[in-house]
């Protein structure tokens, strides 16, 4: 665990069930819960609103006030003894991980690394399913609460009333104690620009970074953008030699060995890199943003085919998946560089609305073009964000980065394809 943190504490329990534990890692200079067995009994990995300190509430945790924690806006995972149980639970959007799972002879444990389960005989591991709230005792597991996001039905809302909406929300989701010393992972496209002036919006002035092989047209566009927005940017550009050097770090830290998530997950490494280096505590991401607003390119048949139903299906399917697909593998990279992600898009209010708005407002075909996120671009245009950030197509990390190219190149160049040379990666871990 101590890619989570060097510090440990922990505390255990002797119930009728047996024997409970809980415990926490931190790194130096972060706060973390001090636990004591008599005054501590909940752990939380993650921040909650002020007025929720579950981990001061002393005795045994109440099972309703744990519920109900369940579904209120935030970034966290919380374990909890009550009755001689653990309770497991993690935000309803899924950005902190946590899973669990028993070994052969009926112990159970959580974790937010599946490694440290991996290493105390548990194999079949499961991640805590956002929302819901799992106890677990001799008698076995149960979900005592279910708070995960329900589909809402679609509203009829203008476009006009749709970006003000949008507006509000979006930096309402910076205004709650997003820490002086951020950082913001910046391409100077849609989403990041809008987190930018977002977080401007809200008196903060973030520490704009973005990587890329040198000589990537992406970072002299993400240069003009940010000198347009009167932040400042870091700049650092990466060699082939860099990029390959730290494939089996960033195959360790995500615990995956998926083509998709490392090509995404390794500009994000170098971010995060270069933001511990300059001391922040916090990193901002646009995560989410292409999962609510259908900014994939799998939205384009769906639309020039005006198969709404089955882009509203697409979108929401999505959402369910951006936990493991993006919200795990980033908390990881983040923590493992001692650093807090924040994801504005991944605000529960937020996601909620862009959930409710209709699917025309997302996907648009003008001519023979299909425009994904459009009312994102219309929000952008609202807040007169440039035209080269408004119209600009989308244009995934691991491309716009140059790193998708060195990893195919390096795979060729030993013979192999690329998901089998992450995979004697992950599998001499």
């Not at 500009?267 to 995060?272: A, D, G, I, T």
């Not at 009312?375 to 807040?383: M, T, Y």
């Amino acid at each position: 665990m101590e890619r989570r943190g060097s510090i440990i504490q922990s505390a255990t329990i002797k119930g009728e069930d047996g024997i409970v534990g809980i415990g926490s890692c931190s790194h130096p200079g972060q706060e973390s819960s001090t636990i004591n067995p008599e005054k501590t009994s909940s752990i939380i990995d993650g921040t909650l609103p002020g007025n929720l300190e579950l981990e001061k509430i002393g005795g045994e945790a109440n099972t309703g006030a744990l519920a109900e924690t369940v579904q209120v806006p935030g970034a966290f995972a919380i374990l909890a003894i009550s009755g001689g149980r653990l309770l497991a639970l993690r935000d309803v959007v899924g950005q902190k991980p946590l899973y669990y799972g028993e070994d052969m002879n009926g112990t159970v444990a959580f974790a937010s690394l599946t490694k440290a389960l991996t290493k105390i005989g548990i194999t079949n591991i499961n991640p805590v399913k956002p929302g819901q709230l799992v106890a677990v005792s001799k008698r076995g597991s149960s979900i005592v609460a279910d708070r995960s996001l329900t589909r809402p039905k679609e509203i009829r809302v203008s476009e006009h009333d749709a970006s003000t909406r949008l507006h509000e929300l979006l930096a309402d989701s910076l205004g709650d104690g997003v820490p002086k010393d951020s950082a913001l992972a910046f391409s100077g496209g849609l989403d990041s620009t809008l987190v930018a002036q977002a977080a401007m919006e809200n008196g903060l002035r973030p520490e704009l970074i973005t990587v890329g092989l040198k000589g990537q047209p992406e970072l002299d566009h993400a240069r003009t953008v940010s000198k347009q927005l009167g932040l400042d940017l870091t700049v650092r550009e990466l060699s082939a030699s860099e990029v390959l050097d730290s494939l089996p770090d960033v195959v360790q830290t995500i615990e995956s060995s998926d083509p998709t998530l490392i090509g995404v997950s390794v500009p994000l490494y170098f971010v995060c890199e270069v933001a511990e280096e300059m001391g922040m505590g916090c990193i901002l991401a646009g995560q989410l943003s292409d999962e609510l607003f259908a900014g994939y390119g799998r939205f384009d048949k769906l639309a020039a085919k005006k198969k709404h139903r089955q882009a509203r299906e697409e979108v929401w399917n999505s959402v369910l998946a951006a936990s493991g697909n993006d919200f795990e593998p980033g908390d990881k990279l983040a923590v493992s560089h001692r650093l807090e992600l924040r994801c504005p898009f991944a605000f529960l209010p937020l996601v909620e609305y862009a959930l409710r708005l209709p699917i025309s407002l997302k996907l648009r075909l003008v001519g023979s073009n299909v425009v994904r996120k459009h009312i994102l671009r219309r929000l952008a245009s609202d807040w007169k964000l440039p035209e080269t950030v408004v119209n600009r197509p989308k244009k995934a990390v691991q491309y716009s980065s140059g790193v998708q190219k060195i990893l195919l190149k390096e795979a060729k160049r030993r013979k192999m394809t690329l998901r089998s040379l992450l995979e004697s990666l992950y599998q001499n871990w």
